[in-house]
């Protein structure tokens, strides 16, 4: 399968969004995939994911292959699928089908309610924290090889990952948890928060992305191809790797107060339910500012 951007973009404005996705899970035999590690990467994402909720994948325009300067935005589509639907051949297929086409290939780390969209609002659960690690633009990384920068990753004192991705440029340390995240439970999404927060300090030396806190993060596509170097995405394994974890160890691994985050959660909701109440004694003032009928 191969269509340009263009025709997306038209496809899109046209409202064809089940014509799109049917392209993207169309057979492809033309590529093959350099290695087989989807199938791993998918199932720790959503082995835990319901049968009758939704994964997401979604396919982005690599902006680097333009070949004429444009103010058009990043053309982006979402593949959502019911998890009792999805097979590792449709999976490759999406995969294939966005390497032939030049495309970017991510998976979502939260199962989803619907296929109204890949909004917070319409998180469901996960049950892994994925932490982007940029090492290329880390000094410490500079001149070291690929396996060198791999040693030197899991000798940095961050919580050991479950396991290590390499993405073809940098690296993902994903913690798998022993149960789903209720994200739409506040207390559980400010934790997750908390927590990813202290890992992205704890993995600064390897220039941690600062902006993977969102509930529905995207992360690269285990075997898709990452268009800025041509390098495939790959499981780098290593001694101590499966280690599943609960929210519990890993806030005690990184000094965090899980009983002073829940106080602040339940401080800011109290704070929301006050200025809320003060909302409604100002419209009553308003319909009725002289008290009419008051007992």
């Keep these: 399968m191969f269509i340009s951007i263009s025709e997306l973009r038209q496809m899109s404005k046209e409202k064809r969004y089940e ?14 995939l350099p290695n087989d590690s989807y199938i791993q990467f998918y199932n720790l994402i959503h082995d835990k994911t319901p049968l009758n909720r939704y994964v997401c994948f979604s396919v982005f325009e690599n902006l680097a292959s333009r070949e004429t300067p444009s103010n058009e935005p990043e053309y982006v589509f ?8 999805v097979t590792y051949d449709m999976i490759a297929n999406i995969i294939k089908n966005s390497i032939e086409c030049g495309m970017k ?18 998180a469901y659960a996960s049950s892994v924290i994925v932490i982007d690690l940029d090492v290329y633009n ?17 000798q940095l ?31 559980v999404v400010e934790r997750r928060k908390a927590i990813i927060t202290a890992l992205i300090s704890a993995w600064s030396d390897a220039c941690a992305d600062s902006h993977c806190t969102d509930v529905t993060r ?4 285990q075997s898709s191809i990452n268009p800025k170097t041509g390098n495939a995405a790959d499981i780098v394994r290593f001694d101590k790797e499966g280690k599943v974890y609960t929210l519990e160890e890993l806030e005690n691994l990184l000094g965090l107060d899980k009983q002073a985050t829940i106080m602040d959660i339940e401080k800011t909701e109290k704070v929301k ?8 004694e100002q419209a009553i ?8 009928g008051k007992i």
Excluded: H
């Design 19 to 32: 014509d799109i996705k049917n392209l993207f899970l169309t057979p492809n035999t033309k590529i093959t």
């Design 78 to 85: 979402n593949i959502i699928i019911k998890k009792s639907d």
């Design 105 to 122: 290939c991510y998976i979502s780390t939260a199962s989803l309610r619907n296929t109204t969209g890949r909004k917070g609002a319409n």
């Design 138 to 154: 880390s000094p410490t990384f500079a001149w070291l090889d690929k396996k060198n920068t791999e040693l030197k990753l899991l």
């Design 157 to 187: 004192g961050a919580p050991i990952p479950t396991y290590l991705y390499y993405t073809g440029r940098g690296y993902n340390a994903v913690y798998k948890l022993d149960k789903s995240m209720n994200l739409s439970l506040q207390e």
């Design 218 to 221: 995207l992360t690269r596509m």
């Design 273 to 280: 339910r006050e200025k809320t109440e003060v909302k409604k």
């Design 285 to 292: 003032q308003y319909a009725n500012p002289f008290g009419f």
